[in-house]
Nanobody, 115 residues
Framework: VQLQASGGGSVQAGRTLKLSCLAS????????LGWYRQAPGNERELVAT???????TYGESVKGRFTISKDSSKNAVYLQMNSLKPEDTAVYYC??????????WGQGTLVTVSS
């Protein structure tokens, strides 16, 4: 499965962005879809995941501001980011877990938030 992330950019604090991730194959079979991010000098961290059963998990720093969703008809997963903060600046990666041993990462899209 290939993942193509898009929607990143440079915005001022308080603004919104919506990231999209399009999968080359069906997302129906994914057990988990998600977004992670990595800021310079930091480890990659969880932003949000959505499981096959629809359950959602958010990283503590984005709760209440970010919303993950998926559209199986378009093989897409989205991340709506509201009230962006400078500390949200990072490369955002989409993630597709097929099973316990097989997972895929997108190429990343850069989000830069200025104060």
């Amino acid at each position: 499965v290939q993942l193509q992330a898009s929607g990143g950019g440079s915005v001022q604090a308080g603004r919104t962005l919506k990231l999209s991730c399009l999968a080359s194959g069906s997302i129906f079979s994914a057990i988990v879809l998600g977004w992670y991010r990595q800021a310079p000098g930091n480890e990659r961290e969880l932003v949000a995941t959505i499981r096959k059963d629809g359950s959602i998990t958010y990283g503590e720093s984005v709760k209440g501001r970010f919303t993950i969703s998926k559209d199986s008809s378009k093989n897409a997963v989205y991340l709506q980011m509201n009230s962006l903060k400078p500390e949200d600046t990072a490369v955002y990666y989409c993630h597709y877990r097929k099973n316990s041993v097989s997972a895929f990462w997108g190429q990343g899209t850069l989000v830069t938030v200025s104060s």
